[in-house]
């Protein structure tokens, strides 16, 4: 029995040592896992829920494609923002979910994801030796002024990524460097870009028309037919794109040889060049294909870009559902369950002490091994705790002594009765299990269509958290109570101060 | 140390009847006032860097010509506005017009949901509450197989339930007629906790009078039912306790955003109690003893008993 005892003593010691040593502090890594997974009504951030607009003739497998393209084309975008653990999911058959942990500016959100994207074709400037213009080129210069003089559309310069780094606009006579916000251009940033940022003007036919995606009929991802065959994206475009687009491919045929930039077609998403591909034909009479180093997933991914230069489909306006928490509003939440959580532990130890006294003390004490305990789960889990999770789990720690309180009061009954107090902490437990299992099945079967509720409700993230939560403090509980619990109080028996019940708020033989 | 709970039963149906009926009659009168998540529309909170007075934000948001917009200050320099669901162009021009008249806006939080999603929120909610009744009614069915006249303890539990619930909805009625209160999702979830926080204390109870009834001791049935509540006094207050003592701290700090769901977790908690230890047994013993003609003319002879 005390070996036993000893045995399962050292196990809960081990548990306890393993969940602080998970949890302290609580952001340092443990097991993969960084701090706790907070929702976004406690990091703050966007929620936003839409509603794909598509035509009545379009058929499932045409939704189920587009959905997967817009998912993607939506994640690019968000991407190039820098939101940290965006969440792009469809929900159900024709929606997509987006939360942005972080991101407070709703209106931004809602323009980057309805946007409809602009797809166009670049190529480098070129100086009067027929050289490519580098950012450089311009910053030696006292006054600014275009190096091809025959074009006046804006430059763009880009770093390693492809992402816009600057632009040199012509507004009314001036012609300046602007930044990505339109803001005038910061000079280091130009300073650190100018050795390796080429200029990207608008590719033109004869007649001035700039090749956008307009032109483009249609772009799939296929296989070459070579040896080796590799993933390309087939393009097609339409007549009059073809035209012009021939009249593009000449030139630069003629600019440069292979692998320099003269020969390269910049396509451009937003400005974002997504693909440069190398001119390796004078004509090409309406079709092409571009290949290079791809996977198959990015000529799937080029391809949908290409094909939707924007979404699939439009979305619809409002948004079905939106949200936005302020972050200093979650801060504040944070701060505040904290601190209800931690009166009310302190609270129901105090009560549980004064009214139960040493096995409340040792409830106290499982109450703190629980506590710690249920932490390490939500960290490893790990759950993502909402403001109602967070209350959930300070509503389990009321609940969590429940299991204690039954146990106490029976064992109360069985000492007034005149059994030894060894005997009576037995009978106290298993007298009490009926009880605590029952009334505990209530509870879960609650939370069990609880977390139903919330997973299908597009508002629903509050509610799952809630119940999430409050089942795995209810678990827990019953663990504490009935492991933890029973070891601490079959110890304290052995020990000297078993024949004082008053400890245990009893007076023997009053009844 | 013998309370005669059983014997005040007729007492307790009194409390509980008039409590019921008064939110009865509010429910009949006002209803209740659901949130945007169940009838749309948008909630925006805004801050001012210096302190507002209510009525002259108000005014200046009817002047916007939204008189049908309820506000709430919450902090003594933050509103909430809720009204109709708010285009991008209309929540802009809100917002330009607070910064002109009361200096520095910022947008603490915003959420707007469409009439499509709503009309699914209730109808979700509708659907969680129905499973959730059925779940307990199977549940209790089982719970209390091996009693005799399981239906009777059944039976028992889920009125104790609906008194529960049908406290929590006129409380709310009333603080819906009286605060400008709308009930939520949030709201939803704490009726479930506490539906299944009520039944949890009764089924503990009648499992003390299985208990004592196998064992045989008590005079008879009434007697049997006031002991076993007896027994299990202090375990079904200190619980309740416990849990009040945690719903409390939650209330006083966390307040605002998750209130409805507070409240409606400290109505139910005391509800629940009430109903577990004075409802429930009770109309087991009026159910043995066939007292039901006693409701009717409870008044003359309920003295007379005890």
């Known amino acids: 029995m005390t070996r036993k005892n000893a045995i399962v003593l050292l196990l809960i010691l081990a548990i306890f040592g393993f969940a602080l040593w998970t949890i302290l502090p609580l952001d340092a890594e443990r097991l993969g896992r960084e701090g706790l997974n907070l929702g976004l009504d406690l990091v703050g951030g966007v929620h936003l829920v839409y509603q794909a607009d598509f035509t009545e003739n379009a058929t499932d497998a045409d939704k189920r494609a587009n959905m997967r393209r817009a998912l993607v084309t939506i994640e690019r975008r968000i991407d190039k923002y820098g939101v940290t653990e965006p969440i792009i999911q469809q929900l159900g058959d024709d929606r997509i979910l987006v939360q942005l942990p972080g991101f407070t500016d709703i209106d931004a959100a809602k323009s980057l994801v309805e946007q409809t994207g602009f797809l166009e074709f670049r190529e480098v400037e070129l100086d009067d030796t027929g050289q490519p213009v580098k950012l450089g080129d311009y910053l030696q210069k006292t006054t600014i002024q275009f190096i091809d003089k025959g074009e006046t559309g804006d430059r763009i310069f880009l770093n390693q990524e492809g992402n816009p780094i600057a632009f040199l606009v012509k507004e009314a006579d001036d012609i300046k460097f602007v930044d990505v916000d339109g803001n005038p251009a910061d000079n280091e940033t130009l300073q650190q870009y100018a050795m390796d940022s080429l200029a990207w003007i608008p590719a033109r036919g004869d007649d001035g028309t700039h090749l956008t995606g307009d032109f483009l009929a249609d772009a799939a991802p296929t296989i070459s037919q070579d040896i080796t065959p590799e993933p390309q994206v087939s393009i097609q475009w339409e007549p009059e794109g073809g035209l012009i687009f021939d009249e593009i491919a000449k030139r630069l045929y003629n600019s440069g040889e292979y692998g320099t930039p003269q020969r390269a077609l910049g396509i451009f998403m937003d400005n974002t060049l997504l693909s440069s591909p190398q001119i390796l034909e004078p004509e090409y009479q309406g079709r092409g294909v571009i290949t290079g180093d791809f996977t198959i997933d990015a000529v799937e991914e080029l391809a949908n870009m290409l094909k939707s230069g924007a979404l699939p489909m439009p979305l619809k306006k409002p948004p079905l559902y939106q949200e936005k928490v302020s972050a200093t509003l979650g801060a504040d939440f944070i701060e505040m369950s904290w601190m209800a959580g931690l009166i009310g532990i302190i609270l129901v130890m105090l009560f549980m002490i004064t009214y139960y006294r040493v096995p409340g003390f040792l409830a106290s004490l499982a109450l703190v091994f629980y506590g710690a305990l249920i932490l390490a789960l939500f960290k490893l889990i790990p759950v993502t705790l909402t403001l109602a999770g967070l209350g959930g789990f300070i509503l389990s720690i009321g609940m969590a002594v429940d299991a204690n309180v039954l146990i106490f009061e029976r064992m109360k009954e069985e000492l007034r009765m005149g059994r030894t107090l060894g005997a009576a ?86 009844k | 140390m ?303 008993k005890a």
């Not at chain 2, 014997?7 to 009926?21: A, E, H, P, Q, T």
């Not at chain 2, 306790?241 to 307040?255: D, E, P, Q, S």
């Open chain 2, 2 to 304: 013998t309370f005669d709970i059983i014997g005040k039963r007729f007492l307790f149906f009194f409390i509980s009847g008039v409590v019921i009926l008064v939110g009865i009659i509010s429910l009949a009168t006002f209803g209740l006032p659901s949130g945007i998540e169940f009838s749309s529309g948008s909630i925006l909170t805004v801050n001012f860097e210096g302190p507002v007075e209510h009525d002259e934000f108000q005014q200046e948001i009817i002047d916007l010509g939204y008189t049908d917009a309820i506000i709430q200050q919450t902090r003594e320099s933050e509103f909430l506005i809720r009204t109709h669901e708010l285009t991008d162009d209309e929540k802009a021009e809100i917002e330009t017009n607070l910064s002109a008249r009361f200096g520095q806006v910022s947008e603490a939080q915003f959420s707007s949901v469409s009439p499509m999603v709503a009309a699914e929120t209730a109808n979700n909610a509708v659907i969680a509450v129905a499973v959730a009744a059925v779940g307990i009614l199977l549940y209790v069915t089982w719970a209390f197989r091996r009693m005799p006249r399981p239906l009777r303890y059944g039976t028992c539990a889920i009125v104790a339930l609906v008194h529960d619930a049908l406290i929590a909805l006129g409380v709310f009625s009333i603080l819906g007629a009286i605060l400008g209160w709308q009930i939520n999702l949030m709201f939803i979830t704490g009726v479930l906790a506490v539906i299944g926080y009520s039944v949890n204390n009764t089924v503990v109870i009648f499992d003390r009078i299985r208990e004592n009834l196998i064992k045989g001791i008590g005079a008879d049935f009434e007697a049997v039912v006031n002991n076993s509540l007896v027994e299990t006094l202090s375990r079904s207050l200190n619980t309740s306790m416990t849990t009040l003592i945690v719903v409390l701290a939650l209330f006083l700090f966390v307040g605002a955003t998750i209130q409805n769901f507070v409240v409606v977790l400290i109505i139910g908690i005391i509800a629940g109690t009430f109903s577990s230890v004075c409802i429930a047994p009770s109309m087991l013993v009026v159910w043995n003893n066939n007292e039901w003609g006693r409701f009717i003319h409870w008044t003359g002879s309920s003295r007379v």
């Open chain 1, 425 to 510: 902490i037995e009978a106290g437990f298993n007298r009490a299990w009926s009880a605590i299992r029952d009334s505990n099945v209530t509870t879960i079967i609650v939370c069990g269509i609880l977390y139903w509720m919330g997973s299908v409700l597009v508002a629903g993230a509050p509610v799952k958290g809630f119940a999430a939560t409050l089942a795995i403090g209810v678990i827990v509980s019953m663990f504490t109570a009935i492991v933890v619990t029973r070891t601490l109080l079959r110890l304290f028996v052995v020990s000297a101060l078993t024949r004082r019940t008053a400890l245990f708020s009893v007076d023997r033989g009053k």
